[in-house]
T-cell receptor, first 112, second 114 residues
Protein backbone atom coordinates (compact mmCIF):
# COMPACT_ATOMS: atom_id res chain seq x y z
CA UNK A 1 0.00 0.00 0.00
CA UNK A 2 1.07 3.55 -0.60
CA UNK A 3 2.44 5.66 2.25
CA UNK A 4 2.89 9.42 2.31
CA UNK A 5 5.36 11.12 4.61
CA UNK A 6 5.06 14.83 5.24
CA UNK A 7 7.83 17.06 6.50
CA UNK A 8 8.12 18.93 8.65
CA UNK A 9 5.46 17.76 11.09
CA UNK A 10 5.09 21.31 12.37
CA UNK A 11 6.36 24.70 11.38
CA UNK A 12 6.35 28.11 13.06
CA UNK A 13 7.20 31.08 10.87
CA UNK A 14 7.16 34.83 11.19
CA UNK A 15 4.58 36.62 9.08
CA UNK A 16 6.07 37.56 5.73
CA UNK A 17 8.48 34.64 5.56
CA UNK A 18 8.46 31.96 2.86
CA UNK A 19 8.09 28.29 3.69
CA UNK A 20 7.99 24.87 2.05
CA UNK A 21 6.17 21.68 3.02
CA UNK A 22 7.13 18.37 1.47
CA UNK A 23 5.17 15.21 0.78
CA UNK A 24 7.12 12.08 -0.16
CA UNK A 25 5.48 8.93 -1.44
CA UNK A 26 6.60 5.31 -1.10
CA UNK A 27 5.26 4.65 -4.61
CA UNK A 28 4.94 6.47 -7.93
CA UNK A 29 2.72 9.50 -7.66
CA UNK A 30 -0.16 9.81 -10.09
CA UNK A 31 -2.71 12.21 -8.67
CA UNK A 32 -1.48 14.34 -5.76
CA UNK A 33 -3.94 16.50 -3.84
CA UNK A 34 -3.22 19.26 -1.33
CA UNK A 35 -5.73 20.19 1.34
CA UNK A 36 -5.80 22.69 4.19
CA UNK A 37 -7.58 22.05 7.48
CA UNK A 38 -8.32 24.57 10.19
CA UNK A 39 -8.92 23.33 13.71
CA UNK A 40 -12.46 22.09 14.14
CA UNK A 41 -13.24 22.32 10.46
CA UNK A 42 -13.19 20.13 7.40
CA UNK A 43 -10.59 19.86 4.67
CA UNK A 44 -10.47 22.56 2.05
CA UNK A 45 -9.21 21.49 -1.37
CA UNK A 46 -6.26 23.61 -2.52
CA UNK A 47 -4.70 22.06 -5.60
CA UNK A 48 -4.40 18.88 -7.59
CA UNK A 49 -1.30 17.79 -9.48
CA UNK A 50 -1.15 15.16 -12.17
CA UNK A 51 1.66 12.83 -13.04
CA UNK A 52 4.22 14.56 -15.15
CA UNK A 53 6.07 17.23 -13.23
CA UNK A 54 3.19 19.62 -12.97
CA UNK A 55 3.28 22.94 -11.11
CA UNK A 56 0.28 25.02 -10.06
CA UNK A 57 -0.15 28.28 -8.24
CA UNK A 58 -3.03 29.93 -6.46
CA UNK A 59 -2.53 33.32 -4.87
CA UNK A 60 0.64 32.90 -2.79
CA UNK A 61 0.70 29.11 -2.77
CA UNK A 62 2.63 27.06 -5.33
CA UNK A 63 2.62 23.27 -5.53
CA UNK A 64 4.99 21.14 -7.58
CA UNK A 65 5.12 17.45 -8.43
CA UNK A 66 8.51 15.82 -8.92
CA UNK A 67 7.68 12.38 -10.27
CA UNK A 68 11.29 11.18 -10.25
CA UNK A 69 11.62 11.89 -6.56
CA UNK A 70 8.08 10.70 -5.88
CA UNK A 71 7.63 13.97 -4.05
CA UNK A 72 5.45 17.04 -4.01
CA UNK A 73 6.21 20.37 -2.40
CA UNK A 74 3.91 23.17 -1.29
CA UNK A 75 5.52 26.60 -1.14
CA UNK A 76 3.95 29.63 0.50
CA UNK A 77 5.36 33.03 -0.32
CA UNK A 78 5.15 35.91 2.15
CA UNK A 79 3.13 33.96 4.71
CA UNK A 80 0.15 35.53 6.47
CA UNK A 81 -1.76 34.53 9.62
CA UNK A 82 -4.56 33.33 7.34
CA UNK A 83 -2.21 30.62 6.05
CA UNK A 84 -2.09 28.97 9.48
CA UNK A 85 -3.59 25.50 9.71
CA UNK A 86 -2.81 21.88 8.94
CA UNK A 87 -1.75 21.03 5.41
CA UNK A 88 -2.45 17.52 4.18
CA UNK A 89 -1.33 15.79 1.04
CA UNK A 90 -3.32 12.94 -0.46
CA UNK A 91 -2.52 10.59 -3.32
CA UNK A 92 -4.30 8.04 -5.44
CA UNK A 93 -2.68 4.94 -6.91
CA UNK A 94 -3.50 5.85 -10.48
CA UNK A 95 -5.48 2.69 -11.16
CA UNK A 96 -8.85 4.37 -11.36
CA UNK A 97 -9.07 3.99 -7.62
CA UNK A 98 -11.57 5.60 -5.33
CA UNK A 99 -9.16 5.59 -2.43
CA UNK A 100 -7.02 8.50 -1.36
CA UNK A 101 -4.08 7.86 0.92
CA UNK A 102 -3.26 10.83 3.16
CA UNK A 103 -0.14 12.01 4.89
CA UNK A 104 -0.36 12.82 8.58
CA UNK A 105 -0.25 16.55 8.00
CA UNK A 106 1.99 19.55 8.63
CA UNK A 107 0.84 22.04 11.24
CA UNK A 108 1.69 25.60 10.24
CA UNK A 109 1.64 28.52 12.67
CA UNK A 110 2.27 32.06 11.45
CA UNK A 111 3.30 34.61 14.06
CA UNK A 112 2.17 38.17 13.35
CA UNK B 1 -23.28 26.78 -1.55
CA UNK B 2 -23.69 24.06 1.07
CA UNK B 3 -21.40 21.45 -0.52
CA UNK B 4 -21.14 18.49 1.86
CA UNK B 5 -23.26 18.68 5.01
CA UNK B 6 -22.75 16.40 8.00
CA UNK B 7 -25.00 15.94 11.01
CA UNK B 8 -24.60 15.99 13.91
CA UNK B 9 -21.46 18.07 14.50
CA UNK B 10 -20.86 16.65 17.97
CA UNK B 11 -22.07 13.53 19.75
CA UNK B 12 -21.29 11.67 22.95
CA UNK B 13 -22.31 8.02 23.23
CA UNK B 14 -22.00 5.32 25.80
CA UNK B 15 -20.29 2.04 24.94
CA UNK B 16 -22.75 -0.28 23.24
CA UNK B 17 -25.09 2.42 21.97
CA UNK B 18 -25.85 2.73 18.28
CA UNK B 19 -25.84 5.80 16.12
CA UNK B 20 -26.08 6.91 12.51
CA UNK B 21 -24.04 9.76 11.09
CA UNK B 22 -25.70 11.56 8.23
CA UNK B 23 -24.08 13.07 5.14
CA UNK B 24 -25.62 14.88 2.19
CA UNK B 25 -24.06 16.60 -0.81
CA UNK B 26 -25.65 19.02 -3.24
CA UNK B 27 -23.01 18.94 -5.99
CA UNK B 28 -24.60 16.06 -7.94
CA UNK B 29 -21.51 13.95 -7.26
CA UNK B 30 -21.54 10.25 -8.02
CA UNK B 31 -19.05 9.06 -5.41
CA UNK B 32 -19.14 9.48 -1.65
CA UNK B 33 -16.77 8.52 1.17
CA UNK B 34 -16.49 8.17 4.92
CA UNK B 35 -13.16 8.78 6.70
CA UNK B 36 -12.06 8.87 10.28
CA UNK B 37 -9.28 11.14 11.54
CA UNK B 38 -7.27 10.22 14.60
CA UNK B 39 -4.19 11.89 16.12
CA UNK B 40 -1.02 10.33 14.77
CA UNK B 41 -2.96 8.18 12.30
CA UNK B 42 -4.13 10.72 9.79
CA UNK B 43 -7.23 10.23 7.67
CA UNK B 44 -8.29 6.67 6.98
CA UNK B 45 -11.03 5.53 4.62
CA UNK B 46 -13.83 3.54 6.25
CA UNK B 47 -16.23 2.93 3.37
CA UNK B 48 -16.99 4.47 0.04
CA UNK B 49 -19.78 4.43 -2.50
CA UNK B 50 -18.64 4.65 -6.10
CA UNK B 51 -22.15 5.35 -7.31
CA UNK B 52 -25.73 5.15 -6.13
CA UNK B 53 -26.52 1.57 -5.18
CA UNK B 54 -22.95 0.43 -4.51
CA UNK B 55 -20.76 0.45 -1.41
CA UNK B 56 -17.28 -0.93 -0.75
CA UNK B 57 -14.95 -1.33 2.20
CA UNK B 58 -12.02 0.94 2.72
CA UNK B 59 -9.02 0.57 5.00
CA UNK B 60 -10.84 0.37 8.38
CA UNK B 61 -14.42 -0.92 7.90
CA UNK B 62 -14.78 -3.10 11.02
CA UNK B 63 -17.53 -1.96 13.37
CA UNK B 64 -19.28 0.19 10.77
CA UNK B 65 -22.03 -0.13 8.20
CA UNK B 66 -23.05 2.29 5.48
CA UNK B 67 -26.07 3.03 3.35
CA UNK B 68 -26.18 4.99 0.11
CA UNK B 69 -29.74 6.17 0.46
CA UNK B 70 -29.83 8.01 -2.87
CA UNK B 71 -27.39 10.01 -4.96
CA UNK B 72 -27.25 12.81 -2.39
CA UNK B 73 -27.06 10.92 0.89
CA UNK B 74 -24.57 8.49 2.41
CA UNK B 75 -24.93 7.43 6.04
CA UNK B 76 -22.51 5.72 8.44
CA UNK B 77 -23.85 3.53 11.24
CA UNK B 78 -22.17 2.34 14.41
CA UNK B 79 -24.21 -0.63 15.62
CA UNK B 80 -22.50 -1.06 18.98
CA UNK B 81 -20.17 1.83 19.72
CA UNK B 82 -16.78 1.13 21.28
CA UNK B 83 -14.29 3.58 22.84
CA UNK B 84 -11.89 2.83 19.96
CA UNK B 85 -14.39 4.50 17.65
CA UNK B 86 -13.89 7.86 19.34
CA UNK B 87 -12.75 9.99 16.45
CA UNK B 88 -13.59 12.79 14.05
CA UNK B 89 -15.58 11.48 11.11
CA UNK B 90 -15.53 13.15 7.73
CA UNK B 91 -17.76 12.61 4.76
CA UNK B 92 -16.53 13.51 1.29
CA UNK B 93 -17.80 13.40 -2.27
CA UNK B 94 -16.34 13.53 -5.75
CA UNK B 95 -17.74 13.79 -9.23
CA UNK B 96 -16.60 10.29 -10.02
CA UNK B 97 -13.70 8.05 -9.22
CA UNK B 98 -10.25 9.49 -8.84
CA UNK B 99 -8.18 10.31 -11.91
CA UNK B 100 -7.87 13.96 -11.21
CA UNK B 101 -11.20 14.47 -9.51
CA UNK B 102 -10.75 16.01 -6.07
CA UNK B 103 -12.80 14.94 -3.10
CA UNK B 104 -14.74 17.64 -1.27
CA UNK B 105 -15.14 17.30 2.48
CA UNK B 106 -17.75 18.18 5.06
CA UNK B 107 -16.92 19.86 8.38
CA UNK B 108 -16.85 16.61 10.33
CA UNK B 109 -18.65 14.94 13.23
CA UNK B 110 -16.78 14.80 16.51
CA UNK B 111 -17.78 11.57 18.23
CA UNK B 112 -16.83 10.52 21.75
CA UNK B 113 -17.58 7.05 23.09
CA UNK B 114 -17.50 6.75 26.88
Amino acid sequence: SQELEQSPQSLIVQEGKNLTINCTSSKTLYGLYWYKQKYGEGLIFLMMLQKGGEEKSHEKITAKLDEKKQQSSLHITASQPSHAGIYLCGADDGAGSYQLTFGKGTKLSVIP
Amino acid sequence: NAGVTQTPKFQVLKTGQSMTLQCAQDMNHNSMYWYRQDPGMGLRLIYYSASEGTTDKGEVPNGYNVSRLNKREFSLRLESAAPSQTSVYFCASSERRLNNQPQHFGDGTRLSIL
